[in-house]
């Protein structure tokens, strides 16, 4: 009766093995034209500009955001969508835009493009006011100096991992244009 048992697991093995695979391949599909729905947002962004196009690659890779984040914060704040614009920044953006805040919220929530527009225009922003990549880079994520030279080490490993060593050399960029 032992031997029957076991028969019985092992030829029920391979039918639970395959039905846990067919949902990971489905949501690994899915994961994939995410991705690239971002891609096209991030390219759209970046307007030819290959170094905006690899920032706003390597900031999306260290904040790993999604469609529907909101994320809380230890400080009450939210941070949203696939770049995880901090909602500090809703009340700016609304007055920016001359639209109300539930709307600007719920854009960077639920659309990846508006999300990448608002993260492009913020690390601009900084950029301008700044006048240094990486304090710009830093400043995207706090206002903090400490937060800031931490989150800059991380998005410049990302950035390496992503597009290799060499990711902002004359030679790297000229070839990706």
Same mark, same amino acid.
């Given at each position: ?19 846990? #695979? ?10 994939? &034209? ?10 759209? &962004? ?12 390597? *900031? ?48 960077? #929530? ?8 608002? &993260?492009?225009?913020?690390? *601009?922003?900084?950029?301008? #006011? ?5 304090? &710009? ?29 060499? #990711? ?10």
């Amino acid at each position: 009766m032992i031997v029957n048992r076991t028969v019985h697991v092992l030829v029920a093995l391979p039918s639970l093995f395959l039905a846990s #695979v067919a949902p990971a391949q489905a949501a690994s599909s899915q994961m994939t &034209a995410y991705e690239a729905q971002l891609g096209q947002c991030i390219r759209e &962004a970046a307007a030819g500009r290959t170094w905006l196009e690899r920032t706003l690659w390597g *900031l999306r890779d260290q904040e790993a955001g999604w469609i529907g984040a909101e994320v809380l914060n230890t400080n009450g704040s939210h941070d949203l969508g696939p770049l995880q614009i901090n909602s500090s920044w809703v009340p700016k953006l609304a007055a920016l835009i001359g639209r109300p805040a539930s709307d600007i919220r719920f854009w960077l #929530v639920n659309d990846p493009c508006f999300n990448v527009q608002a &993260a492009r225009w913020i690390f *601009l922003s900084g950029l301008s #006011v700044t006048g240094d990549y990486w304090k &710009a880079v830093g400043v995207y994520h706090s206002p903090t100096a400490w937060r800031q030279r931490r989150y800059v080490l991380s998005v410049s490993r990302h950035l390496e991992r992503r597009f290799g060593a060499r #990711v902002f050399s004359a030679a790297s960029t000229a070839a990706q244009r």
